[in-house]
DNA sequence: CTGTTAGCGCTTTCAT
DNA sequence: ATGAAAGCGCTAACAG
């Protein structure tokens, strides 16, 4: 790599003229500054990250910890957080904690050695049962800011982006309710989640609200470890006249599409289904798919933003908690009310 | 943070002394080894990565550029990735091209200022069509390594982790072909992707080489910007006593067998169908498609393990070429021979 | 306008 | 066994 010394010693001036002029210094001649930067294009001089570093005490890089790749909706995430950053000028180092506890720790302890300004996380599910907050408090102790997205931990003081989970599942099940359904089930899993808590609650608000309506509520926990078809086909059996789904995830919204083809319901003219978007199923269901829409990216680039307001000192000393909306797109398994 | 300096100040010896003790040099004897590193532990002591990275010109980095994130086979590799170079001690950075030359150059341009000590690289498509190389070449020339995986360019010399899929989709036609399918057509994109034209050029060799199928092989292009679905309807309608599919991604496999049924075939009686496994589709199709499986994970690591090899000077002068295997599940859309 | 110098945190050679 | 000093590449205060 190509350094000031070198072009110092080329144009035979001193290190920090070269500095300075690469600066456009104003205590710097201009055709000074015009040779010396002339003669860095030609070499394609960049400065060295690592130096920078040790002198600024800034890496300009975000440690983003998520806890599953393989997952549409943090590889959205990722994706927007990514492209965020980068257009800030902002580098990421990425660690996954396969929604282990342990891992998230040893991940986040590695970073902590001047790698990073601060951190993006999303809290493993391991973390997030055992309530685990240290690690997070250990990082925060020694200045390093973190925004936690989507998954967080209500008693670690930082900011944080989240979806209106709660809001999404009421505003879902109200759809339904408004397309005069009357046993509506919520197909929920069983993974301690606080994601899959507020839908929930969401789901009961707005069965409990409404005064036509005269079922119970009806919460289905699935397993994800086993047969899933097997277990919505249960949910069919054992419901005769159900006429409404709202599935806690889009897997779930195509199985339940398939098995009520199956058991020869018409939709949306016999039930309607309403799934969450966390990937597109579209091509794989017919009819389309009704969901309520998470803007992955959009979440990802509000804690590139925060992190970075952060970093920067630019934001409130008081920790803000963003909340992203959902939408709801009706498609083809609901009726267009 | 807290420095070397910090202590040698506080324990009353000089920082050099300290560096050793911390590094169990065998000029420090015991007792000052026993003293320094309890303190070191006592005030969590990490070596600053800048500094070291500095003195070392070494990052224990990879800058890794894929095209897509939300494409699940890239996913998986990622995922690899990253499994395997924090095992071995390194972080990765990650950059998406989204699939487009100038951002593929600009991020690799980018990681060349002392940020990574090697590239993990997926090419991006417009890069693979348009055929340029010199941002490749000129990272190359900075003598910082590259390895491409599954995307690659030929005549960029440097090391690759590629799939077979010339011999994937050689034997996936074969397979269709044992099964006595006497009209197979293959569904691909039109992509300009080197993948799209392996498995092309495999499957045409399968047919042609076999003396029995007297049928022309029939490569059906889908143009995957506009409706899949009715592309695929169009390929039943067309070729009407069809009975063989090799697709060459998932989603066109589940497509299939849903056009399939929808037209009265009975799998795998009537039509056998092959999928590409990049990601998984099984709890979306009913019967459950055979896939060739791509190992997605195994290629990212095997691409780590190629780069540090490099980048510790341990591997070969000679550049090489590694060569994932396939290998084909059979599940209910073929028949089990 | 240009140059000298110190220092970011660390390793390593060379004295002591 | 310990320490002083140089140097990795850069910036910035200060001197000239």
Redesign the interface.
Known sequence: ?ITLKDIAKELGISISTVSKALNNSYEISQATINKVQKLAKEYNY??????L??KKSK?K?IGVIIPD??N?FF??S??GI??EA?KLGY??????SNELYQSEKK?IE??????VDGYIISVAAETQKKHEVEHFKSVLR?QLPIVMFDRMIEDVSCDKVIIDDFGAAYKATNQLLKEGRKKIVLLSTLKGLNVGKLRTEGYLKAIEENKVYKENPIVVNINTAID??EQVSKVFKEYKDLDGILAIDN?LG??AI?KAKHFDYKLPKDISIIGFSDYN?L????PKLSTVTQHSEEIGENAVRMIIDRIEKKASVQKITKVIKTSIELRETTKNI
Not at 46 to 51: D, R, S
Not at 91 to 96: A, P, Q, V
Not at 283 to 286: E, I, M, S
């Open positions: 790599m960049k400065p060295n990250k690592a130096a570093s040790l890496t890089t790749i393989l549409h590889a959205k990722l994706h990514e492209k980068s580098s990421i180092i990425t660690c996954i991940n590695l970073l902590a050695n001047g790698s020694q899933l078809e897997t195509v199985i398939n199923v091509p794989f269901c017919n």
